[in-house]
T-cell receptor, first 108, second 113 residues
Framework: KNEVEQSPQNLTAQEGEFITINCSYSVGISALHWLQQHPGGGIVSLFMLSSGKKKHGRLIATINIQEKHSSLHITASHPRDSAVYICAGLDIDNDMRFGAGTRLTVKP | KAGVTQTPRYLIKTRGQQVTLSCSPISGHRSVSWYQQTPGQGLQFLFEYFSETQRNKGNFPGRFSGRQFSNSRSEMNVSTLELGDSALYLC????????????FGSGTQLSVL
């Protein structure tokens, strides 16, 4: 069993829909990253969270360290949001533990 | 500010050879971390360097090594290449002062034949 689990694995949405991607982890972590990877491989770091909630534009990330759960929300989704979204937890040894990713497709 | 630069972008090697990949971080960043991405295993952490010292290391065999120079540029070396080493190798930089966002390079796509 992967120490960092993401759901869903694949997600298809219509433009304008509200999207939620979940990340649960079984190891203790001090912080969690949400990453976005477009076709071609380039990765963009969206958020780094250690508690609470962060917002950037249409993206919102929340984390509950005690419940070992984080969510990434996209409001008013757009086709350009189509990408793979990956969560990654920083464990107590400062090693990064990655989820398998959620492939999001937003249709016009 | 220039982003994180990785060279080369693509590389083809044969089994048994060795390879060196390069990563130039964003100016002022002192931390460089390396990752391997494959379709089967996803993203995995290789190691992190800060001020020329290896600060953390993932669970990879000793064939995978790295170093960091005084200008914060980093190199990663893989010796005695195996078919399973075919992957996208990514590096990321940060100031290294704590938990913060990472800035990723475009990666080096390594194919081992």
């Amino acid at each position: 069993k992967n120490e960092v689990e993401q759901s869903p694995q694949n997600l298809t949405a219509q433009e304008g829909e509200f999207i939620t991607i979940n990340c649960s982890y079984s190891v203790g972590i001090s912080a969690l990253h949400w990453l976005q990877q477009h076709p071609g491989g380039g990765i963009v770091s969206l958020f780094m969270l250690s508690s609470g909630k962060k917002k950037h534009g249409r993206l919102i990330a929340t984390i509950n360290i005690q419940e070992k759960h984080s969510s990434l929300h996209i409001t008013a989704s757009h086709p350009r949001d189509s990408a793979v979204y990956i969560c990654a937890g920083l464990d107590i040894d400062n090693d990064m533990r990655f989820g398998a990713g959620t492939r999001l497709t937003v249709k016009p | 500010k220039a982003g994180v630069t990785q060279t080369p972008r693509y590389l083809i090697k044969t089994r048994g050879q060795q390879v060196t990949l390069s990563c130039s971080p964003i100016s002022g960043h002192r931390s460089v971390s390396w990752y391997q991405q494959t379709p089967g295993q996803g993203l995995q952490f290789l190691f992190e360097y800060f001020s020329e010292t290896q600060r953390n290391k993932g669970n990879f065999p000793g064939r995978f090594s790295g170093r960091q120079f005084s200008n914060s540029r980093s190199e990663m070396n893989v010796s005695t290449l195996e078919l399973g080493d075919s992957a996208l190798y990514l590096c990321a930089s940060s100031s290294g002062q704590g938990t913060e966002k990472l800035f990723f390079g475009s990666g080096t796509q390594l194919s081992v034949l």
